[in-house]
């Protein structure tokens, strides 16, 4: 039973950086895809910053070139480095991860991320 665990979050001034970080507990294997992605007003969640297996990312248009995922060398937690932070950037930041294609993918509870300007 997969469960993510996850970590940062806060209220910063523009400007600033963030680091959020998902940790997989209660499972043994790698993911096939993990990364943060951000609630919106229709309940329907946008992709930020996403990770495979193999170690490609996907970037959201708007946060390429500030933020940045990494992940450690077990590929079971995910860390993603936001710098430059806007106030558009507020918002609830939902951590994903799918171990395989046979399996339904995991969410977490998300964070709250709230920049002032």
């Known amino acids: 039973q997969v469960q993510l665990v996850e970590s940062g979050g806060g209220s910063v001034q523009a400007g600033e950086s963030l680091r959020l970080s998902c940790s997989v507990s209660?499972?043994?294997?790698?993911?096939?895809?993990m990364g943060w992605y951000r609630q919106k007003p229709d309940n329907g969640r946008d992709l930020v910053a996403s990770i495979t297996r193999n170690g490609f990312t996907n970037y959201a248009a708007g946060v390429k070139g500030r933020f940045t995922l990494s992940r450690d060398s077990a590929k079971k937690t995910i860390d993603l480095e936001m710098n430059s932070l806007q106030p558009e950037d507020t918002g609830t930041y939902i951590c994903?991860?799918?171990?395989?294609?046979?399996?339904?993918?995991?969410w977490g509870q998300g964070l709250q991320v709230t920049v002032s300007s």
């Open positions: 209660g499972a043994d294997s790698s993911f096939i895809l």
């Open positions: 994903f991860a799918r171990a395989s294609l046979s399996v339904d993918g995991t």
